[in-house]
């Protein structure tokens, strides 16, 4: 199973970029999800769509990023809008087992595959 992500880059505050997400080797895939990891910081839950397509979102970005997929070509997409400094971080796609509640969503426990990551820079 690979994940390949890409769509990072370097942007002012306030500008967008889009992360593309490409899965192979999976028959069926359930949920999508994006998680991102800051300098010093955690790995944090940034958003997540269902195999039925149902968005969920951190507060954090709830109003500027928007997640889509495209269950035809096994991709998911991360629109990111206004962003902020505070969105600088390498950005992680993967793709879940199946989940049983809005809860498990937002679990990074809960999804198996990872792909290798893409930056995303904004400076102010």
């Known amino acids: 199973v690979q994940l390949q992500a890409s769509g990072g880059g370097s942007v002012q505050a306030g500008g967008s970029l889009r992360l593309s997400c490409a899965v192979s080797g999976l028959t069926w895939i359930y949920s999508l999800g994006w998680f991102r990891r800051a300098p010093g910081k955690e790995r944090e839950f940034v958003a997540a769509?269902?195999?039925?397509?149902?968005?969920f979102y951190a507060n954090s970005v709830k109003g500027r990023f928007t997640i889509s997929r495209d269950n035809a070509q096994n991709t998911v997409y991360l629109q990111m809008d206004s962003l902020e400094p505070e969105d600088t971080a390498v950005y992680y796609c993967?793709?879940?087992?199946?989940?049983?509640?809005?809860?498990?969503?937002?679990?990074?426990?809960?999804?198996?595959?990872w792909g290798q990551g893409t930056l995303v820079t904004v400076s102010s």
């Open positions: 769509i269902s195999r039925k397509g149902n968005p």
């Open positions: 993967a793709t879940s087992r199946p989940i049983m509640s809005e809860r498990g969503y937002f679990s990074a426990g809960n999804y198996i595959y």
